[in-house]
């Protein structure tokens, strides 16, 4: 009697913050393993999670219910949005401007032609998916997880060459045309779950509405932005900044979702039109800058939605020589479609092979591509099944990896030759 009492009182928050703390312990030791691999932290905590996700093989069911947790599912949906709100101040609407001709079309051909590798891998190997599976798989092979390459050019000191720089800018651009395509290819398959096929007018609209939200946003953004953050300096309370930075964030994620797409094309977009200039009076009476204000909120959120990708990913699934081939099939169409970029490159001496490898990596935003696949659901089942989801992942592993020895390979290679400065918006 008195142990059902004492359970009766059990606080049930306690259960919920155990698995906190295990999914914190795990994505940190996976990322200090990671780094001291000389690979980004990403892959350390994907793979902490991968780890405790099939701890069951072993006989040991202690992470699943940690797998299963609500708690855990919201804080990783939240993590992710601060994931894209902070990628977004990481660039600006100047930069997107200015990366001019050569950069735009190196975006272009990086997102058109990996959309096209990866619905012809699927429509080869996969053909009883069908077309809107074929199509997400073309979706989640066409944004680059920049970050990563940010990270080896500035390790290198090549920064201002002018491979880096197009590399840089055609990332920003490459990011909101991803973007618009999840748009469309998540409205055409929530349609088709509901019975109904869109017509070219409807995929019109869909691209439109993406598209009018983006251009909107932005242009909203930049005129209310300056004004908002000089009526929020007057106040004297603490962590002021932050707070409208966040309440920008959630509030153009709303927007989003409203309006049919996926919240963090809100998160993004808040995050892009933010410039220091916006927090000038906060500066001058000595506070840090948004970004550095955002950093610890994403060094404890962003890890939850990690690990639980990984978590998701089941190994039993390799066992499958089909799983096998899709993977492999999907890393090669990603390394090919992205060297495709190099195309894009012209009227500039520049090392066409290093703004291909450059632009390689998938990271984060090919599993934020691939969780999203796990919610839309066409004809009452996941778009992307199990078995799949790990033959992304594996893509996303390989892809993330390979990338910095490769550039380090190639500048170095190239190295002989003068670095080469962007000459202007014409390019």
């Known amino acids: 009697m008195l142990a059902a009492a004492a359970a009766a009182h059990v606080d049930p928050i306690a259960g919920v913050v155990l698995h906190l703390a295990i999914v914190l312990v795990a994505a940190k030791l996976g990322g200090e393993l990671a780094i001291r691999l000389r690979q980004p932290p990403v892959l350390g905590e994907l793979v902490a999670g991968l780890v405790m996700g099939n701890l069951a093989l072993l006989q040991l069911d202690w992470c699943e219910n940690i797998r299963s947790d609500p708690a855990v599912d919201l804080l990783a949906r939240l993590g992710v949005i601060v994931l894209l709100f902070q990628v977004g101040l990481e660039s600006t609407v100047k930069q997107m401007l200015e990366v001019g001709r050569t950069a735009a079309l190196v975006a272009v051909i990086g997102v ?19 077309p ?97 953050f000089r009526l ?39 995050g892009l039109v933010l410039e220091d200039v916006h927090y000038e009076d906060f500066a001058l009476r000595g506070e840090r800058s948004l970004e550095h204000l955002i950093e610890p909120i994403s060094s404890l959120l962003v890890p939850f939605f990690f690990v639980l990708m990984g978590m998701r990913i089941d190994l039993r699934a390799f066992a499958d020589p089909e799983v096998l081939g899709m993977a492999g099939a999907l890393t090669v169409a990603a390394v090919l479609g992205k060297q495709a970029c190099a195309l894009g490159v012209w009227r500039q001496p520049v090392d066409r092979l290093s703004v291909g490898i450059g632009m390689i990596p998938r990271g984060e935003v090919g599993l934020i591509f691939a969780s999203i696949g796990l919610t839309l659901t066409l004809d009452g089942q996941p778009v992307i099944s199990s078995a799949l989801y790990s033959a992304v992942v594996a893509m996303v592993i390989v892809t993330t990896m390979v990338t910095p020895p490769a550039l380090t390979w190639s500048l170095g290679r190239s190295a002989r030759q003068p670095a080469q400065p962007v000459q202007g918006p014409s390019q």
């Open 232 to 270: 929020a300096s007057h106040l004297r309370a603490r962590g002021v900044l932050l707070a409208v930075g966040l309440v920008l964030c959630f509030t153009f994620s709303w927007l989003a979702s409203a309006i049919g797409l996926a919240a963090i094309v809100g998160a993004f977009a808040a």
């Open 112 to 130: 058109v032609t990996p959309f096209a590798l990866g619905w012809a891998v699927g429509a080869l190997l996969a053909p009883a998916l069908g």
């Open 132 to 228: 809107y599976v074929h199509a997400f798989l073309g979706a989640t092979l066409s944004a680059t997880s920049v970050g990563i390459t940010a990270r080896v050019l500035k390790d290198l000191g090549a920064t201002q060459r002018a491979e880096a720089r197009i590399i840089l800018g055609a990332a920003v651009i490459d990011d909101v045309l991803g973007l618009i395509v999840l748009a469309v290819v998540g409205g055409l398959i929530a349609a088709a779950d509901q019975g109904t096929t869109l017509s070219v007018g409807d995929i019109a609209l869909i691209l439109g509405k993406a598209t009018a939200f983006l251009v909107g946003s932005l242009a909203l953004g930049v005129a209310l932005a300056p004004r908002l």
